[in-house]
């Protein structure tokens, strides 16, 4: 029997493998169960004498294969000659979140096994998650504040939370504001905010927190990059568009339209050329300044005027 587990939440998909481990070994037996993670450093023999080989002592036996978008071309020609000669009792589980759904191994896989997608479409699907397997040990609250915090990646969120669990019996908002650190990236999603909102002392002290684990020319590229999104948004808002997230292909972050902020779509287009324009007297060498610390006060001059 053939499965095949994928699509794009490595948390779900490791969740069933893992699952499938553990009810396998518990009835069967560990020397059953063989786990292939990085399958480019498997010799072919042993690929297809493990794959094909009943076991001597068991009914049934396990070979898990994680696949990702490296597969050579030699294991891919090896494993769609195999997938069709996989004896019953042996069961073979598939699993990628990175594998392209173009490739020919993906068309075999998918029509060859049983097939299965995991998918996390937004934060209500990670909250979701998040409360079914902390039950009551964690606030709503605290619940958006990690999801926030850890820009929604669930295996991060899982590690900080299990972290908390042994000092903590019940996770509130205090306990994620005093304990973990935002990613980079919900960091400056708050600088944004703080921006937008007219907010610029905040957002000010807050950059200078964020440059104490990255460098001035991150942070300004990443700022640029999400005030467009916000400024698109708002641009759309202001001739009245109804499907903003379709048109920009937001995903994940369709919430970034039910935003509303103090500035106008004026005031934010006028401060993003003056941003745009750093980078361009940069290239065009028009800055008397050369250091980072002539970047940012650059930067903050901006944003206080």
Same mark, same amino acid.
């Given at each position: 029997?053939? +499965?095949? +587990?994928?699509?794009?939440?490595?948390?779900?998909?490791?969740?069933?493998?893992?699952?499938?481990?553990?009810?396998?070994?518990?009835?069967?037996?560990?020397?059953?169960? /063989?786990?292939?993670?990085?399958?480019?450093?498997?010799?072919?023999?042993?690929?297809?004498?493990?794959?094909?080989?009943?076991?001597?002592?068991?009914?049934?036996?396990?070979?898990?294969?994680?696949?990702?978008?490296?597969? =050579?071309?030699?294991?891919?020609?090896?494993? #769609?000659?195999?997938?069709?000669?996989?004896?019953?009792?042996?069961?073979? /589980?598939?699993? @990628?979140?990175?594998?392209?759904?173009?490739?020919?191994?993906?068309? $075999?896989?998918?029509?060859?096994?049983?097939?299965?997608?995991?998918?996390?479409?937004?934060?209500?699907?990670?909250?979701? #998650?998040? &409360?079914?397997? %902390?039950?009551?040990?964690?606030?709503?609250? *605290?619940?958006?504040?990690?999801?926030?915090?850890? @820009?929604?990646?669930?295996?991060?969120?899982? @590690?900080?939370?299990?972290?908390?669990?042994?000092?903590?019996? +019940?996770?509130?908002?205090?306990?994620?504001?005093?304990?973990?650190?935002?990613?980079?990236?919900?960091?400056?999603?708050?600088?944004?905010?703080?921006?937008? =909102?007219?907010?610029?002392?905040? *957002?000010?002290?807050?950059?200078?927190?964020?440059?104490?684990?990255?460098?001035?020319?991150?942070? +300004?590229?990443?700022?640029? *990059?999400?005030?467009?999104?916000? #400024?698109?948004?708002?641009?759309?808002?202001?001739?009245?568009?109804?499907?903003? &997230?379709?048109?920009? @292909?937001?995903?994940?972050?369709?919430?970034?339209?039910?935003? =509303?902020?103090?500035?106008? %779509?004026?005031?934010?287009?006028?401060?993003?050329?003056? /941003?745009?324009?750093?980078?361009?007297?940069?290239?065009? !060498?028009?800055?008397? !300044?050369? &250091?980072?610390?002539?970047?940012?006060?650059?930067? $903050?001059?901006?944003?206080? &005027?």
């Amino acid at each position: 029997m053939i +499965y095949f +587990y994928t699509w794009n939440s490595s948390f779900l998909v490791a969740e069933q493998v893992k699952a499938w481990k553990n009810k396998f070994v518990s009835k069967f037996w560990d020397f059953n169960m /063989l786990h292939i993670k990085d399958l480019n450093t498997v010799d072919n023999n042993f690929l297809i004498e493990n794959t094909l080989s009943t076991s001597f002592l068991s009914e049934k036996k396990l070979i898990i294969i994680n696949l990702d978008k490296e597969t =050579n071309e030699e294991k891919t020609t090896t494993l #769609i000659h195999i997938l069709n000669k996989v004896p019953d009792d042996n069961i073979v /589980l598939f699993n @990628s979140t990175q594998i392209d759904k173009r490739s020919k191994l993906f068309k $075999e896989l998918k029509k060859s096994s049983e097939f299965k997608e995991f998918n996390i479409k937004n934060d209500f699907d990670v909250e979701w #998650i998040i &409360s079914k397997k %902390y039950g009551g040990k964690i606030s709503p609250e *605290a619940v958006k504040t990690i999801i926030k915090y850890k @820009s929604g990646d669930l295996n991060k969120i899982e @590690s900080e939370l299990n972290k908390l669990l042994i000092n903590f019996d +019940y996770i509130n908002n205090k306990e994620i504001t005093d304990n973990i650190i935002p990613e980079l990236e919900e960091s400056i999603f708050q600088v944004v905010d703080d921006i937008l =909102n007219k907010n610029i002392t905040q *957002a000010i002290e807050k950059i200078n927190i964020i440059l104490n684990d990255t460098n001035i020319y991150w942070l +300004y590229n990443n700022l640029l *990059a999400n005030l467009r999104t916000s #400024i698109y948004i708002l641009k759309l808002k202001n001739i009245k568009k109804s499907n903003i &997230s379709e048109i920009l @292909s937001l995903w994940n972050r369709w919430f970034l339209v039910n935003k =509303n902020y103090r500035i106008t %779509y004026k005031e934010a287009q006028k401060l993003y050329i003056n /941003l745009v324009n750093i980078d361009k007297k940069m290239k065009s !060498w028009k800055l008397n !300044w050369t &250091s980072p610390s002539d970047m940012l006060f650059e930067l $903050e001059r901006i944003l206080i &005027s």
